[in-house]
């Protein structure tokens, strides 16, 4: 049986280089008149660095939306335990604690098999070397997600947060419409309404259950939807998975992107 892995602590803060003396000079000086004195906050010093600081990434691999057309850059184990983007793939601090941020533009490369970019985790083999996949009728494969839905591209303000994937195509994902959460299934992308007044920010917990032909697919803990499925070819993916592009997004840059934070994320599969 493969346990989940748990989440690592956080590495040790790096050391604080003492300030200037005249930033001392500058804040012990009298105020000019109008303006307010702040107070100079720095991070704390066990905040996390690097992505894996926060996630357990020794089995996975990501995509980001950049490098060469519908060739996007892919990281995988060990350069992904060190690796970070400013942009796309980084650490960031919220009122919940500190996440992994995915970001996606409209603008962003994309893979061969789709229109749409990603900066997206996929499962791999214990260890990270190999693309891995698992069977729907047998074993119990189990993937938890804690996360939060952070932006939306405009004109069409959709955007991937979860995914299992089989073969060419996506079995089931969970997907953001405006303000309405969706739980797909197959083309059908209306399958299960979850909510239909989702705040940006709000953070979640998605599960995936899937054994004996059947996915389970619980919201917060409660089953929301049962899909019968059979197929040899699975893999859990995670990550902002945008769903739009420069054709029906405006406007066509970076600005223009849909954003995906997780806190939590693990994977189980136990052989029957």
């Not at 083999?125 to 939060?148: I, N, Q």
């Not at 952070?150 to 997907?175: F, M, S, W, Y």
Request: aromatic fraction near 6%; include cysteine; charge should be negative.
């Amino acid at each position: 049986m493969r346990q989940p892995r748990p989440t690592r602590p956080a590495r040790e803060g790096r050391g604080r280089t003492p300030l200037a003396l005249a930033a001392v000079a500058a804040l012990t000086a009298p105020l000019v008149a109008g303006t307010t004195a702040r107070a100079v906050e720095e991070p704390p010093e066990d905040r996390a660095q690097l992505p894996a600081d926060v996630l357990d990434l020794s089995d996975w691999k990501i995509t980001l939306p950049v490098g060469d057309d519908e060739a996007p850059t892919e990281i995988r184990q060990p350069e992904l335990d060190t690796y970070a983007h400013d942009t796309f793939f980084t650490v960031t601090g919220t009122e919940s604690g500190d996440a992994v941020r995915f970001r996606a533009p409209v603008n962003g490369v994309t893979t061969g098999g789709s229109s749409y970019p990603r900066a997206e985790l996929r499962e791999m083999e214990p260890g990270g070397d190999d693309e891995t996949e698992w069977s729907s009728t047998s074993g119990t494969h189990t993937m938890t997600v804690r996360e939060a839905f952070t932006h939306l591209p405009e004109d069409k303000p959709h955007v991937v947060g979860a995914q299992i994937h089989g073969g060419d195509d996506d079995v089931t994902v969970v997907r953001l419409e405006g303000s309405e959460l969706w739980i797909t299934e197959g083309d059908t992308a209306h399958h299960h309404l979850v909510t239909d007044d989702y705040e940006l920010g709000t953070v979640f917990e998605i599960s995936y259950v899937v054994s004996d032909g059947e996915i389970e697919v619980h919201y917060n803990g409660e089953l929301e939807t049962t899909l019968e499925h059979d197929d040899p070819t699975n893999y859990f993916k995670a990550g902002a998975y945008t769903q739009a592009n420069c054709e029906n997004s405006a406007p066509c840059d970076e600005d223009n992107y849909g954003e995906v934070v997780i806190h939590e994320l693990t994977v189980d599969h136990e052989d029957d």
